[in-house]
């Protein structure tokens, strides 16, 4: 089952697939070789990165991710205020205490290697990492894949079912359509079922308390990054513009020459607050990825701020909806950029965020489907072309753009009977097969679009 627990995740900028994965790939190879007998003759680790790891790793901070991993560091427990800090002790000694057990040689200019033509049969996002002892012989080494969202797995085991944790689900749904069925069986709503199946795996209470978590998280994201100066890091000298606007639009509270479109400028805010935050490598949700990690929390926001009668309850129920629009995303497509283009992240999260306003504003299930189709139609094709592979441009605007259609695609499906033409399954059928078409310059490689056609405008 993919549920809320997989697809929100609590974790650091600026990728999950490119930082948050790497970090939990690397922590995992070194908790292995720690547990092992082999630790005490370590004396050198190498990472190898490939794919769009290797384009656009330098840029997502892949090789600061991989350093915090063998350190023993993991994205849910990191404090970004000190992560840096690791880093910055590692390239200036010389020296990693792997798995936060023994101190051993680290060179990561030597160490890292961003390998931009090796093979990855697996996944764009590969990555191999290997323990040497003194003569320089291999004691251990595992290729991992970084599959999107913060999820990986070794290379070996792509394709492969994985185990189920917990007992058996109560509404299993592997499509739209069985989804909408067993509603229509048991009467019951979209979130509810998804809390039944989650009950399956864990306590109502510890599902209960990762949803407020989960909300909490995304609401102190936009606010620290609607107060937080200066510019991102990276080299495009991008400032943050949520303060700005922040205060643009609170000056104009009281003025009677308000915009008429003045809720859509507040929504825009809480997106970019949320990835300026997480360009700059804080604290945030996956939602259901690093790069689309404003599109969710805006839209919830929206709910919160400015819809009557929002309460913790309907911020449950709109997470749980959200979680089950982006299991089907994640079984039956992708959620990478680097395997299917944006239109797997923004177009994903709008998606979601649609179902989920759809759903806390009095949707039936067969709207809320309606509206989640709406969300990733209007997203189909998009590129993942971010200039110098970094999280800033155009993916911070997008959010904003993503989080609008979220809201806009709920209320056109609120306004219909759930009724429609085109399936979500189709949608998400057409959107993995866009994906497989798509060129791979436009997947997340920097090889393509605005990434390399920033000089010629």
């Known amino acids: 089952m993919i549920g809320v627990f997989e697809l929100f995740k609590i974790g650091i900028g600026p990728s999950s697939s490119h930082t948050m994965g790497p970090m939990k790939a690397a922590n995992a190879f070194a908790a292995k070789v720690a547990a092992s007998d082999?630790?005490?003759r370590v004396d050198r680790v190498r990472t190898d990165l490939f794919g769009s790891l290797a384009w656009t790793g330098k840029g997502h901070?892949?090789?600061?991710?991989?350093?915090?991993?063998?350190?023993?560091?993991?994205?849910?427990?990191?404090?970004?205020?000190?992560?840096?800090?690791?880093?910055?002790?590692?390239?200036?000694?010389?020296?990693?205490?792997?798995?936060?057990?023994?101190?051993?040689?680290?060179?990561?200019?030597?160490?890292?290697?961003f390998d931009g033509l090796g093979?990855?049969?697996?996944?764009?996002?590969?990555?191999?990492?290997?323990?040497?002892?003194?003569?320089?012989?291999?004691?251990?080494?595992?290729?991992?894949?970084?599959?999107?969202?913060?999820?990986?797995?070794?290379?070996?085991?792509?394709?492969?079912?994985?185990?189920?944790?917990?007992?058996?689900?109560?509404?299993?749904?592997?499509?739209?359509?069985?989804?909408?069925?067993?509603?229509?069986?048991?009467?019951?709503?979209?979130?509810?079922m998804m809390m039944a199946n989650e009950v399956g795996r864990r306590l109502a209470c510890v599902v209960e308390a990762h949803l407020d978590r989960v909300a909490a998280v995304m609401m102190v994201c936009i606010d620290r990054g609607m107060v937080t100066e200066g510019e991102l890091p990276g080299g495009l000298n991008v400032r943050r513009r949520a303060p700005a606007i922040r205060r643009t639009l609170g000056?104009?509270?009281?003025?009677?020459?308000?915009?008429?479109?003045?809720?859509?400028?507040?929504?825009?805010?809480?997106?970019?607050?949320?990835?300026?935050?997480?360009?700059?490598?804080?604290r945030v949700v996956t939602a259901p990825t690093n790069g689309a990690a404003g599109i969710i929390p805006a839209t919830l926001r929206y709910y919160r701020d400015h819809c009557a009668g929002a309460d913790v309850e309907g911020e449950r129920r709109f997470l749980l909806t959200a979680s089950a629009i982006g299991a089907l995303f994640k079984m039956n497509a992708s959620i990478s950029g680097a395997e299917v283009g944006c239109q797997g992240e923004v177009g994903?999260?709008?998606?979601?965020?649609?179902?989920?306003?759809?759903?806390?504003?009095?949707?039936?299930?067969?709207?809320?489907?309606?509206?989640?189709?709406?969300?990733?139609?209007?997203?189909?094709?998009?590129?993942?072309?971010?200039?110098?592979?970094l999280v800033q441009i155009p993916c911070i605007e997008r959010n904003a753009f993503g989080a609008i259609k979220a809201i806009n695609a709920a209320s056109l499906a609120l306004k219909g009977d759930g009724i429609h033409i085109v399936s979500l399954d189709k949608v998400i059928a057409t959107m993995r097969e866009t994906g497989r078409d798509m060129q791979s310059k436009y997947k997340e490689t920097s090889l393509g679009g605005l990434a390399v056609n920033l000089a010629e405008c």
Not at 139 to 156: A, K, P, Q, T
Not at 158 to 183: H, M, N, V, W
Not at 262 to 273: N, T
Not at 361 to 389: K, R, S, Y
Request: with cysteine; proline share 5%; glycine share 12%.
């Open 61 to 113: 901070g892949t090789d600061k991710a991989v350093m915090l991993g063998l350190s023993g560091e993991s994205p849910d427990t990191v404090d970004p205020d000190t992560a840096d800090a690791i880093v910055a002790v590692v390239r200036k000694q010389q020296m990693l205490r792997f798995a936060g057990r023994r101190t051993i040689a680290f060179d990561a200019a030597k160490d890292i290697i």
């Open 251 to 282: 000056g104009a509270g009281g003025s009677n020459n308000r915009s008429s479109h003045e809720v859509m400028d507040w929504v825009s805010l809480y997106a970019i607050a949320v990835n300026e935050e997480n360009a700059a490598g804080s």
């Open 119 to 192: 093979a990855t049969p697996g996944h764009p996002n590969t990555l191999a990492m290997t323990a040497l002892d003194a003569h320089g012989d291999v004691l251990l080494s595992e290729r991992w894949c970084s599959i999107g969202g913060g999820f990986v797995v070794r290379e070996d085991e792509i394709g492969l079912p994985q185990p189920e944790a917990g007992g058996p689900q109560p509404y299993p749904f592997r499509s739209g359509r069985d989804l909408l069925a067993l509603g229509i069986a048991s009467g019951r709503t979209i979130a509810e």
């Open 348 to 389: 994903v999260a709008c998606s979601m965020a649609a179902a989920g306003l759809a759903a806390v504003l009095g949707g039936t299930n067969e709207q809320i489907e309606n509206a989640a189709e709406i969300g990733m139609e209007h997203h189909l094709g998009m590129t993942c072309d971010p200039i110098g592979g």
């Open 38 to 40: 082999i630790l005490l």
